[in-house]
């Protein structure tokens, strides 16, 4: 919402200075956005006139311009390149040391082409109050030499810009925020009445409102004889300081109720509207073609306002092209009417139109002001273009619901810690508007008809603490009580936060990606389920809710190789969705390698450059699973993954085949065919919600790290098994053997080739022995590594290799 300094004292008689009245709206809810004062930034420009204006000795295109500031000095050499520059001119004179606006620079003493120039005349775009840039500007030559331009000029009105939250309707116009600046004792609020104008003659035309539910109450006068054309000076200011653009008086006048009285009508060419006037629904297959230029498709959702022709205005929101008014308008019709906030606010959202009306009437407007407000526009529509009005024409409710709310004084302490006296309060509510009846604990307060959107207590609290200053609440600590602190965050929170940085530790690039992706992509990882389709989606290629964040991260990835970076490493850590039960919505982790982006570095690199490979994925998923508290000892890793890897080089990561954590490797070249990516592209997936939480167990013994006083042994076996054994059966069975004594069980060693017999393996792994209470013995020693051989014979059978 924007309103000009000048505009606003047009309601409220004040001396406070802008930066504080600026502090007020912010103080008391109206939260302050930008503040554009030109006379500030434009107070070092001055009138100056050029004496003469030479030709520069060294450029075709340059003058030498001699300029009388008014200061009472000597001329002032200027050198300026402006095809007008010329003896006698008046024109805009910035010193050195002046901050240029339009072009972003602080002016200081130049040579240009070996001539002094102390100064700058300006155009109009280089101060920012126009697009004009083809010449310095020319002011008339009676305009004082000397004098400040922005005063001279009259741009020296500061606007103001506020924030306002949806609730705050009342003050979608400048007399609202008066109104409050002076509950809030920054001057006296100045509210004129509004007189009715008695009609010369019965209006022609007759409304019928077809549904009261879309529109409560409508108003209508006719005004014959009115010669439209431009609106005086004032009104323009007043629009062009708030960036609207004048059109003609009538249509300047219901923008300046908008702005003026959060009152939005409208105005129809009498002479273009055929009959009366109908408020009914559209019908399906109607058309309008709005005063945007733009032809919008109607349906029965959508209310309008209609005639014998057919629809001649979107109500509420914008009106149409063939019915509105222009220069040779003649006869107009005023239109001012209450609407249902929420079709209005649907309305938009299907057309698309963010007016001005329609963000008045979908945060609601003041019921009782309809007609008053038809009866200002209209004695504005005789001052400034004539005219004979009519009576006015009133159909349904002309007033909104009484409230009034039994409110006890001593709500104030109980939500606000403060104590306000009787008299204070009614003062601060008597400004806003409502009514105080009573004297005693309890008091009963009328609601005024321009604030909807107070329905009770905890409402009237608010509006006398934000008026008394928020600061004023004093600060008071919530009582903890003795009981320890319970944790903030759920377990998968956690999981979720400790996996993004185990990734980002390892040099991925953490990716947002949409939660909805095409049909076949879903289908493609095992998603695609018509209760996984979206009703309403976004886009066509946004339709299901996605059953893994690999499709969108190898959008993404595919996204930054079209643009020349191949080498990419991205993960994600987002829902999920199996189904459309809770269960079936999950949180995964997921990541993929792309080109030379690998764990052991990015890109390519004189000492050789590696490949991102599965085990890369490998080792990007245990990393989030070890972060996120997986039990690392019980996982297994199985050959072979999902569909959508490719079953050579994929694995899967699970603890028993009833649990699946998730899968990784590379990603099969038919998927990436149809996701239209560049392979090969590796990737993991695991489902954090899948990892068992962790069994606290009650005891009163304290954590103690055990650190062995004797030297560990290390000792290499190497089996000769079957090509399909596992090694990690083989870890698992050497561990098995002495868990308090063997600390480590370490494969090193993958052979297939000469010396081996066909459909054989040799795998070697190192183990280490960790004594506790005494130096082991080479006897010893050798019976746990003849336990261990035995032990792996027996889970695999497997030979040690001599």
């Not at 505009?7 to 939260?31: F, R, V």
């Not at 000795?57 to 340059?62: K, M, Q, T």
């Not at 939250?165 to 003050?171: L, M, V």
């Not at 480590?744 to 000469?754: A, H, I, N």
Request: hydrophobic share 45%.
């Amino acid at each position: 919402m924007k309103f000009s300094l000048s505009w606003l004292k047009e309601y409220l008689d004040t001396d406070e200075p802008l930066e504080k009245l600026a502090d007020k709206l912010t103080m008391i809810g109206l939260e302050i956005e930008s503040i554009d004062d030109k006379a500030k930034a434009l107070a070092p420009f001055t009138i100056a006139r050029v004496i003469s204006a030479e030709q520069h000795p060294n450029a075709d295109r340059l003058r030498v311009c001699m300029v009388d500031t008014g200061d009472g000095t000597a001329p002032v050499q200027v050198v300026c390149g402006a095809p007008n520059a010329r003896a006698g001119l008046v024109s805009v004179f910035s010193a050195p040391g002046t901050f240029i606006p339009g072009k972003n620079i602080t002016l200081g003493i130049g040579t240009i082409r070996g001539v002094e120039s102390r100064g700058m005349l300006c155009s109009a775009a280089e101060l920012q109050i126009s697009e004009d840039h083809d010449g310095i500007m020319e002011l008339p030559a009676d305009a004082p030499i000397g004098a400040a331009y922005a005063q001279w000029a009259g741009i020296g009105d500061p606007v103001l810009e506020i924030n306002l939250t949806p609730n705050r309707q009342d003050c979608t116009g400048v007399h609202g925020i008066a109104r409050d600046l002076s509950a809030a004792d920054m001057g006296k609020f100045r509210d004129p009445g509004i007189k009715p104008i008695k009609g010369e003659f019965p209006c022609p035309v007759k409304v019928t409102v077809e549904d009261a539910a879309l529109c409560p109450g409508f108003a209508l006068r006719l005004v014959r004889g009115v010669k439209n054309g431009p609106s005086p000076e004032w009104l323009q200011q007043r629009l062009t300081s708030i960036g609207l653009r004048p059109i003609n008086a009538l249509v300047d006048i219901t923008n300046f109720m908008t702005y003026d009285r959060s009152r939005p009508l409208h105005v129809f060419d009498a002479a273009k509207v055929k009959g009366n006037l109908v408020v009914r629904r559209a019908r399906d297959g109607e058309t309008l073609l709005a005063l945007d230029g733009r032809i919008y498709g109607l349906d029965s959702g959508i209310c309008v306002i209609a005639d014998e022709h057919g629809v001649e205005s979107l109500a509420g929101i914008m009106g149409g092209e063939a019915s509105g008014c222009d220069e040779n308008t003649s006869d107009v019709l005023i239109e001012s009417a209450l609407w249902n906030e929420i079709n209005i606010a649907q309305t938009g959202r299907k057309l698309g139109i963010n007016s001005d009306a329609r963000y008045r009437f979908e945060r609601g407007v003041d019921p009782a002001f309809m007609v008053p407000g038809l009866e200002m526009a209209t004695r504005l529509v005789m001052e400034l273009c004539g005219g004979a009005p009519s009576e006015n024409v009133v159909v349904g409710k002309t007033w909104g619901e009484d409230k009034i709310i039994d409110f006890p004084l001593s709500e104030i302490k109980r939500l606000a810690g403060i104590e306000i006296p009787l008299g204070e309060v009614r003062r601060i509510l008597g400004h806003l508007g409502f009514m105080v009846a009573g004297s005693g604990a309890v008091v009963k307060i009328a609601v005024p008809s321009w604030r909807s959107d107070v329905h009770g207590k905890s409402d009237i609290v608010e509006e006398i603490v934000r008026i008394v200053g928020v600061d004023q609440v004093p600060m008071t600590p919530f009582d903890r009580g003795d009981a320890p602190r319970k944790p903030i965050l759920s377990p998968i929170q956690l999981r979720t936060r400790r996996a993004k940085r185990a990734l980002a530790a390892r040099g991925m690039i953490e990716a947002v990606t949409w939660s909805f992706i095409a049909k076949p992509a879903a289908e493609l990882f095992g998603g695609g389920q018509p209760e996984l389709a979206l009703a309403n989606p976004i886009a066509s290629d946004l339709s299901d809710m996605r059953p893994s964040l690999l499709p969108g991260l190898v959008a993404a990835v595919q996204a930054n190789a079209n643009r020349g970076l191949a080498d990419v490493a991205m993960f994600e850590v987002g829902q999920v969705f199996k189904g459309d039960k809770p269960e079936d919505q999950l949180v995964a982790a997921s990541g993929v390698r792309h080109g030379f982006a690998s764990s052991k570095g990015m890109g390519r690199h004189w000492s050789g450059a590696t490949a991102a490979d599965a085990l890369d994925a490998k080792a990007d998923a245990f990393a989030v699973l070890a972060a996120a508290g997986a039990p690392m000892q019980a996982l297994q890793v199985v050959p072979g993954g999902a569909g959508w890897l490719h079953p050579g080089r994929s694995g899967t990561i699970q603890i028993g085949p009833q649990n699946v954590l998730g899968y990784f490797g590379e990603l099969h070249p038919r998927v990436l065919e149809q996701l239209g990516a560049d392979g090969p592209v590796i990737a993991f997936e695991v489902i954090l919600d899948r990892i068992a939480a962790a069994k606290v167990k009650a005891t009163r013994a304290k954590a103690v790290i055990e650190l062995s006083a004797f030297q560990p042994v290390s000792r290499d076996f190497a089996f000769i098994v079957d090509r399909g054994v596992r090694s990690g059966d083989i870890v698992r069975a050497a561990q098995g053997v002495d868990k308090k004594l063997i600390t480590d069980v370490t494969l090193f060693d993958v052979y297939e080739g000469k010396g081996i017999d066909d459909g054989k393996k040799s795998i070697a792994i190192a183990v280490t022995i960790q004594p506790r209470d005494k130096t082991l013995t080479d006897q010893e020693i050798e019976a746990v590594a003849a336990r261990i051989v035995a032990e792996v014979t027996k889970k695999t059978g497997g030979v040690l290799r001599g």
